[in-house]
DNA sequence: GCGAGTATCCAAAGCGGTTTGAAATGCCGA
DNA sequence: TCGGCATTTCAAACCGCTTTGGATACTCGC
């Protein structure tokens, strides 16, 4: 192991108090004293043992992240790595470290309950949140600072979130389709359990409510989403006797399949049918090289992630403090994907 | 907070001592006890501190690991998360804790001297080894037991890993491709700095060489694998005077690329060309529904994320025992994107 | 009936830091 | 010269757990 604070400060023959005081920076410590002290540390590669430190503060310098493994379809959520990037970069500047709790949906509350009670974390960061979400309530009868990302429908108990406007930007994203003379529009969402597919939903509805359209549930699909997903949704929709001109898709991954249905079909996107796609900015899926392909719905995860941490940590540093909440607002960016209907 | 081990036993009646010995299972305790004490503990909600525990014994029961973010193109390797999942499992399962830090390659170093130098975890899990990657030599310095995922070419020193046998996956589906008849053999490949993907191209040249075959540097491809790569690269393979027939796509994603490019050129999967992919089996990325899309050379990574993890688990029990190291061979599985050469 | 052996429990000393309360030192004005 | 006040340092307690080295009581063989 490395050099203990009692050691450094016999070697230097000083206390173990003016040598901790030295290295905090605290006022009580001769000037010419504490650049001594901060010397001999360099000097000796002195890194303090940051269990001891945790234990006498109280504090433990970490913020707990829990991904749930939903145990039936054992998807783990892809938006998950570029949130984590963004939030580790916030985290690694203010010094602190991230664990994370892979858990199956069912030892949910168990895993909480524990990274509390074990004074492992000082904050947590819930991800993917359902409808009424049962982690919050529990996360604030644990009394412990917590940062939800996204939001659950039905908690009515104020907590601190960060999410996007789902609902406004699919309003949006579907107003435009019916600007472009499109009237039979699809969905092909996420799981509708998950809030965020569930607000995208509302918002689609409002739009086509707000143009005197009934919306057709054979034009709504929600599952799991994946490639193979977004390929057999479009089939089905394609498949309609009064198929449908217009495309909304809840990823950029479900878009790749939703693409190959059409260009299957002999459409080309952009003249026989038009798609829209909510794009997470995930480092590894860009949507286009230089030039976006998809006109979509735009909000780095990154971002979020990076924001949400930057939250909780104020949070951590003064849990008395009201909810936080941040609402981000997408953006709506033209790609090669849309143009007015012509069925 | 909780209750603590102190409040505990005197409220039973007991010393510290006796409440931890019955609790952690040890011989000298009578077993009503024992019984006495564990039925308190769960009564009150016991758990120990986390950190007075590791602080008391000298181990963290935390593994880290480390996530580079290369700072040239900011991309989060997408097989990150489900190895994460895997490892996850194993840990909890074993009542580790992980923790993760994000960081960008510059300061990469740095990062792994903190982990260790401040004792905030037991192991060290490397992801996505380089050539010649510098942080073996730097872990092995630094007396940490690590784990590798993958393997990193020139590193002569032995230290444990766990990989893929990238090259005889990749020369058989080489030779698979070859029996077909295919002999202009494309091979949409990974960024070759990294270590998996200089080894698939070994392979691939190694079929080439062996049926007596010139590789053609014009059908080698290589780049951050995305789906517009895959496109990209699938459209000038094509472009050329003499394309070929048959392509290797090392992820699921840059496959989805190549297919588009494919089909927007009217040639079909399977019949005017083939196409075989590596995949990872991810769960968010899978190859069809149910039966396989792509013929694919196929390995979970949540599977190895699980096995590194019990590897590096046994390796922090018994540091002084040789280094582990596991090769997996992946399954060829046959789909609908492979068959004979007809052109 | 007595010493050895065993089963069971406990007091106290760590682990490596922080923090409280007090002591030593130096400087000042009265 | 002396008390008062900063300034600077230190000894010791503490954070919550583990673990060493006894202590106590109880059994057993002779």
Redo the contacts with the bound molecule.
């Keep these: 192991?490395?050099?203990?604070?009692?050691e450094l400060a016999s070697t230097l023959?000083?206390?173990?108090?003016?040598v901790?005081?030295a290295?905090?920076g605290y006022p009580?410590?001769?000037?010419r004293?504490r650049q001594r002290v901060q010397d001999a540390a360099r000097a000796a590669n002195?890194h303090?043992?940051i269990r001891?430190?945790s234990?006498?503060?109280?504090q433990s310098r970490a913020i707990g992240h829990v991904i749930p493994i939903s145990t039936s379809h054992e998807i783990v959520n892809p938006i998950f790595a570029d949130f984590i990037a963004g939030a580790g970069e916030s985290y690694s500047r203010a010094g602190y470290d991230m664990v994370l709790s892979v858990v199956p949906d069912a030892e949910e509350e168990a895993a909480y309950r524990n990274l509390v009670a074990r004074g492992s974390v000082d904050g947590i960061m819930v991800h993917g949140p359902r409808l009424q979400d049962s982690r919050i309530p529990l996360l604030r009868d644990l009394g412990v600072p917590f940062m939800v990302h996204g939001r659950s429908s039905g908690v009515s108990a104020p907590y601190s979130w960060l999410d996007i406007n789902n609902r406004r930007s699919f309003r949006r994203a579907t107003e435009f389709l019916l600007d472009l003379g499109h009237t039979r529009i699809a969905l092909v969402n996420g799981l509708e359990t998950m809030d965020f597919a569930m607000r995208r939903r509302l918002g689609y509805l409002d739009a086509l409510q707000e143009a005197g359209i009934t919306p057709d549930p054979a034009l709504m699909h929600t599952a799991e989403m994946t490639e193979p997903f977004g390929h057999d949704a479009g089939r089905a929709l394609l498949a309609l006797a009064d198929p449908p001109s217009a495309f909304l898709a809840s990823s950029m991954i479900v878009a790749y399949g939703l693409r190959r249905a059409l260009t299957d079909a002999g459409l080309r996107l952009g003249r026989d049918v038009s798609v829209i796609v909510h794009d997470d900015d995930l480092s590894y899926m860009p949507n286009g090289l230089d030039v976006p392909q998809f006109t979509a719905t735009c909000s780095s995860v990154r971002e979020a992630g990076r924001k949400a941490a930057e939250m909780l940590l104020a949070l951590v540093r003064d849990p008395d403090q009201p909810p936080l909440t941040l609402l981000m607002e997408t953006q709506l960016v033209l790609g090669d994907s849309t143009g007015r209907n012509r069925t």
Tied chains: 1, 2.
């Design positions: 192991m490395g050099v203990t604070l009692k023959g000083l206390s173990p108090t003016t901790s005081r290295l905090n009580e410590v001769n000037a004293t002195y303090p043992n001891a430190k234990l006498a503060t109280g």
